[in-house]
């Protein structure tokens, strides 16, 4: 942190309450939105994925779990 406001030439003030060099914010450019959102609803797809196949492998390991309990 206390890199940034030693060197600030390579590294701009971005945040910074009421710091007249402040510079920016979080506004993003069209094309990095866009690319923002894909990654974040394939993010939202594969976790979808990953937790859809969770609960087939816990419904399964409970039949079977089940079905040895009928074999004993």
Known sequence: FMSIRWWRTIHPV???GSNPEA???F???P???LTMF???I???IFYA???AHRVRLEQAREEV???RERLV
């Open 31 to 33: 094309r990095i939105r």
């Open 23 to 25: 510079q920016g914010g």
């Open 42 to 44: 394939a993010f939202a």
């Open 38 to 40: 894909v990654a974040m």
């Open 14 to 16: 971005v945040i910074s």
């Open 49 to 51: 994925a990953l937790m």
């Open 65 to 67: 779990e089940e079905l």
């Open 27 to 29: 506004a993003l450019g």
